[in-house]
């Protein structure tokens, strides 16, 4: 069994900051990919951005400039600095990890259960 679990999220005002965190436990032989992706009411969930186990990143082009991944591998942990935050950035973030839970499984998507971000105007 594997558990994403985020935190962090809240109410921030126009121009402000927020980390959020989310680390994974559980069954875990190694984690490929981790990220975050948010769903504003109303609209599909879109990729915010991604770190993969070697460092490398990739953001939505909203999202470069004001938003920073950074990854924890030996906690198992992914964060997400959020600054210059927008009312359009108003979501629910949820956690993504693409991981073996054993050498013999193959790699699989696992999320969390979001947390909600709001920026007032």
């Known amino acids: 069994q594997v558990q994403l679990v985020e935190s962090g999220g809240g109410l921030v005002q126009a121009g402000g900051s927020l980390r959020l965190s989310c680390a994974a436990s559980g069954s875990i032989f190694s984690i490929n990919i981790m990220g975050w992706y948010r769903q504003a009411p109303g609209k599909q969930r879109e990729l915010v951005a991604v770190?993969?186990?070697?460092?490398?990143?990739n953001y939505a082009d909203s999202m470069k400039g004001r938003f920073t991944i950074s990854r924890d591998n030996a906690k198992n942990t992914v964060y997400l600095q959020m600054n210059s935050l927008k009312p359009e950035d108003t979501a629910v973030y949820s956690c993504?990890?693409?991981?073996?839970?054993?050498?013999?499984?193959?790699?699989?998507?696992?999320w969390g259960e979001g947390t909600l971000v709001t920026v007032s105007s």
């Open positions: 770190v993969t186990n070697s460092g490398s990143t």
């Open positions: 993504n990890a693409v991981l073996q839970s054993s050498r013999w499984n193959v790699p699989r998507s696992y």
